[in-house]
């Protein structure tokens, strides 16, 4: 896999072993598939990056801030945006239809970058229904460059794109930050799932973010569901979807098709 044979993982620091990742195209999609909880039908899938070299695994969500504090992110998050795509084709060739992609995106793809080109050039190219696209930001990245993010996600509407708010709950955004963004929906983080049938605060933090949304006419997806009792409970306070490993573990393309295409 590696161009360098003499390679020893061991003997390099974290950052070596990232760079080493990226001049090695060591990295894959792989999608998690998004569930009705009301009768588990498929609704879409969650893109996360994969990264392994030799047995090493990078975790992402330590090598997702290193490429961000390097700029690197956006050159991956270009590969990242293409490859969802290609392989959003991919899955209705083996019929799959009108499903979503929920993509992370980075404020950094946002702030030094024009991602609405990019996202338009591919859309276009592909012949992709921008309904169908979601993008996840956290909620810590809308306080980074509130203008700038603010005018991207009002051009990424005018072209039918989705805009998700990730980790709701964990970060700084305010109510008033929902309402600036006007985002379509939110992910309610997995840790306030993970407790929800067991302590009452989690348990009562959920029904009122959910409330919420419904009022607000937020679409809303828990994260991190991996008990048949939290999906119960999801379910009856009226939150529409979710995905954890209750339902599926990241997959890859092959497995998506082989499990999920019919
Ligand atoms: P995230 O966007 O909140 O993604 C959800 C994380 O929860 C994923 O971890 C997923 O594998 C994990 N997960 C899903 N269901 C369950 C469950 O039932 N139980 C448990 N324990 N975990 C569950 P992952 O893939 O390690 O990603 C970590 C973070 O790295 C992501 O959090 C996201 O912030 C970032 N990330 C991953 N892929 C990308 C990407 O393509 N682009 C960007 N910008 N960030 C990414
Ligand atoms: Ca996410
Ligand atoms: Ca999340």
């Not at 990245?141 to 996600?153: E, V, Y």
Request: glycine share 4%; with cysteine.
């Amino acid at each position: 896999m590696l161009k360098t044979k003499e390679f020893n993982y061991r003997q390099l620091s974290i950052e070596e072993i990232f760079e080493l990742a990226i001049s090695n195209d060591c990295f894959y999609m792989c999608y998690q598939p998004i569930v009705s909880s009301s009768n588990s039908q498929l609704i879409g899938f969650e893109a996360l990056i994969r990264s392994q070299i030799n047995d090493v695994r990078l975790r992402p969500d330590n090598l997702i801030p290193y490429l961000e504090k390097t700029g690197q992110i956006i050159e991956l998050g270009s590969w990242i945006l293409k490859q969802c795509l290609v392989d959003y084709k991919t899955l209705e060739s083996y019929g799959l239809k009108d499903f979503t992609m929920s993509i992370n995106i980075s404020p950094v793809q946002i702030i030094d970058h024009d991602v609405t080109l990019e996202i338009n050039d591919l859309m276009n190219e592909l012949g992709i229904c921008p309904k169908n696209i979601k993008l996840e930001l956290t909620e810590t990245a809308l306080i980074s460059d509130c203008n700038k993010i603010s005018k991207t996600f009002d051009r990424l509407r005018e072209m039918g794109i989705k805009i998700w708010l990730d980790d709701f709950g964990t970060g700084f955004a305010s109510l008033g930050l929902l309402r600036q963004f006007k985002v379509n929906g939110i992910k309610i983080d997995k840790s306030f799932i993970n407790n929800i049938a067991t302590d009452n605060d989690d348990f009562t933090l959920c029904s009122a973010v959910i409330a919420m949304a419904q009022r607000l006419n937020l679409e809303l997806i828990a994260e991190g569901v991996e008990t048949p009792q939290q999906l119960q409970i999801l379910n009856c306070l009226g939150c529409e979807n979710i995905q954890g490993y209750l339902i599926d573990k990241p997959l890859t393309l092959r497995d998506v098709i082989t499990k999920w295409a019919k």
